[in-house]
């Protein structure tokens, strides 16, 4: 099954008060990455996020945001009057002339260790956050991988244009090896007919026959097409595939073997004709790579 590795999803919720979001983004990578960006009172659910990406998706640098804005009144931290008062007298023993006039800020004060205290259910409302985000990222991984999917129909179409192409320059040049061992044959017998005939002297015919064996070993490329074939076969059947698992890798890998096979047709072929087609496999080829780069 063909999809991107580019999407995003993303979800909300709203439980006693407290409103949870939750962002999801991914990018292309050639591995899985993980980045998990949460408010320090959230740092404890990343493993669990991190853990929940990795079993549902396989490759791709994946972003994730989340976040908590609790409106109500139980929000609001508490003031610890023992501790705000301790403070205020050891202001005021002070000598005056450290001193000076005594002017108290009620800002700075608030943020002195101790003042404030977070709210007694803490703990309560972690749970809470833990089981709505667990909710929530599983709906934004829902809408990341069908815009994945999606994405992945126009990859799939592009990637069958390749595949049809590839196999029918293929064809042309399997029809075409045949004629140009006999087209070197017939030009080699017309030179040595011209040479003998100046020279006037006789060769032998197994001279001729050996000369023309030697050639067609030289540029034989049936079992290189062969191979091609083999791999676009292979190709066919990914493309085809329903298997959920991730294929970029493999398409990556299998067109690298594909371009090995085009080079050594084009390398061993002196003919102009399979030349210009083994190019536009090899065209094709690099397009394949290219895309491969975007499926997971």
Sequence with gaps: MIRSMTGFGEASSQKDGI???LEIRSLNN???KAVVRLSEELQSLEAAFESKLRERISRGTVTVTASCSDYSHSAAHTINQ???????DQLKALP???????????????????VLQPPADEESRLRDAREVFSSLLDKAIDGLLAMR???GLLLLEDLRDQYELITERLDQISKRAPDVIAEYEKRLRTRIEMMLKENET??????????????AERTDIAEEIKRLGGHIGQFKELLESKDPRAIGRTLDFLAQEMLREANTIASKSPDATISRLTVEIKGAIDRIKEQAANVE
């Design 30 to 32: 050639k591995y899985f």
């Design 149 to 151: 999917a999606k994405e």
């Design 19 to 21: 409103h949870y979001f």
């Design 82 to 88: 023992k501790a705000l008062s301790h403070y205020i």
């Design 202 to 215: 006789a060769i032998e015919p197994a001279d001729l026959i050996r000369e023309i064996a030697v050639y």
């Design 96 to 114: 005056q002339s450290a001193s000076g006039e005594l002017k108290l800020d009620l800002g700075a004060l608030l943020n002195l260790p101790g």
